[in-house]
């Protein structure tokens, strides 16, 4: 079983932010199963959680409803109930120093001051889980990060973001089936064409 987390801040007044990305991928995998009854969430660990089956792997979908900073409750909640291993968890997530449009997955590392993934390997107890970034940009001062992370997307923005999220969903089962190189090659000559 595999855990897929989107990470963002629950409430309308953030769910169009750069920072809420991670819960739009979510959203669009979710939007693009078709199961018995539908792929939809629920109430449970701290979150909205939804379960499917992606290329015969059982999948749980989760989006932290404990605001960007204290993820990684909902997540250890959720990987502890289902005894999911670290590193059957795939965390999307924005990412400042990769230039919007750009995606990246790596197994462990460090947080690059990232809350959210902060707050995740606190509560599992190590690094080693699996990131998907997806380069939001820098606004080039660190004085207006805060401001840029919270601030909504362009409807330029809207163009690659969408390439992405239908990219990502047509991958996916590379990235379940241990090809993460894969995943990143097919994205890109996808997005980038």
Known sequence: MWLLVGLGNP?????NNRHNVGFMMIDAIAGAQSVPGGCTFRAKFHGQIAETAIAGEKVLLLKPQTYMNNSGQSVQA?????K????KVIVFHDELDLAPG??????????????????IQAHLGTPDFQRVRIGIGHPGDKDKVTAYVLGDFSKADREWLTL???????????????????????????IHT
């Open 78 to 82: 959720a990987a502890k109930f289902y």
């Open 84 to 87: 999911i291993p670290p590193e």
């Open 164 to 190: 992405i999220q239908d990219s990502v969903v047509h991958n996916l089962s590379c990235l379940l089936t241990g090809f993460p190189d894969k995943f990143m090659t097919r994205i890109h000559a996808q």
């Open 11 to 15: 409430g309308t007044q953030y769910e």
């Open 102 to 119: 750009k995606i990246k997955v790596r197994l462990g590392g460090g947080n690059a001051g990232h809350n959210g993934l902060r707050s």
